[in-house]
């Protein structure tokens, strides 16, 4: 969601707020606002892909949490309603594919698979300034395109590890932060391009490696940039600074 689509959700949530309880008119408006978030549900869902599960069920899941998280929503309490339903809706999502992978045995030779690659992407997408490909890391490991595949589909630890390339605890991070002041306010104080970051990361919604293609940089460099701003962000929320 752009910005200006943002304000418009925040405006609507507002005139919401303000009409009674069971109000018909405040029914077409959560009706409207959830229309209008439907793209940022998708968005997050298909960041949770190779997890072995069908893509629509995740999109129920998102669709829902998304609901969820409008009717939950309070203004009072200051952070905006992205910083409130994206942790809503990524919350929704895991806790959904824990279920489902509690009731899936993994066998050992993929357990150990999971562990190799999780070592070998830090290193990868820094030598490779992209997130390495499923033929990246079988060369890397030693193993073949299809054992790769298989692993990332038994516990899609390839996109866990990522960078933070989901929506992941910078979000938690994103929501701590708005609670005391509006993240645009936070983010004027940023230098340019970390401020950029930020921009693309929490409010277009982008992964860390679309920032990267997006400005010619690592994706290394990217999560390294995004921790500092984060970092003076939660620095400059603190009561009394």
Same mark, same amino acid.
């Given at each position: 969601m752009n910005p200006l689509e943002v304000e418009q959700v925040n405006k609507l949530l507002e005139? @919401?707020?303000? %009409?009674?309880?069971?109000?018909?008119?405040? +029914?077409?408006? @959560?009706?409207? *606002? &959830? !229309? $209008?978030? %439907?793209?940022?549900? @998708?968005? *997050?869902a298909s960041r949770f892909r190779y997890r072995g599960e069908d893509p629509d069920d995740v999109?129920? &899941?998102?669709? %829902?949490?998304? *609901? &969820?998280?409008?009717? $939950?929503?309070d203004s009072s309490r200051g952070s905006g309603f992205i910083a409130f339903a994206v942790p809503t809706i990524v919350g929704e999502i895991r806790h959904h594919l824990r279920d489902k992978r509690d009731l899936v045995r993994v066998p050992r030779h993929i357990h150990e698979l999971r562990a190799r690659i999780a070592q070998e992407v830090p290193a990868l997408a820094q030598s490779l300034g992209r997130t390495p490909s499923p033929q990246d890391l079988a060369t890397a490991v030693g193993t073949t &395109? +299809?054992? #790769? !595949?298989?692993?990332?589909?038994?516990?899609? #630890?390839?996109?866990?590890?990522?960078?933070?390339?989901l929506v992941h605890d910078h979000d938690a991070d994103h929501l701590a932060i708005d609670q005391r002041m509006d993240l645009a +306010?936070?983010?004027? #104080?940023?230098?340019? @391009? +970390?401020? !950029? #970051?930020?921009r693309m990361r929490f409010l277009e919604e982008r992964t860390q490696s679309e920032i990267a293609h997006c400005l010619g940089i690592s994706q290394v460099h990217v999560s390294r940039l995004l921790a500092r701003a984060l970092e003076c962000l939660r620095e400059r929320a603190r009561p009394g600074v």
């Open positions: 005139k @919401r707020a303000a %009409l009674p309880h069971g109000d018909p008119a405040a +029914e077409e408006l @959560r009706a409207e *606002i &959830v !229309t $209008r978030c %439907l793209g940022l549900a @998708r968005n *997050i999109l129920q &899941v998102a669709s %829902l949490a998304l *609901i &969820v998280a409008v009717d $939950r929503f &395109v +299809e054992d #790769i !595949t298989e692993a990332m589909h038994a516990g899609s #630890i390839y996109h866990d590890a990522e960078l933070g390339d +306010e936070l983010v004027a #104080i940023l230098p340019d @391009r +970390e401020k !950029t #970051i930020v």
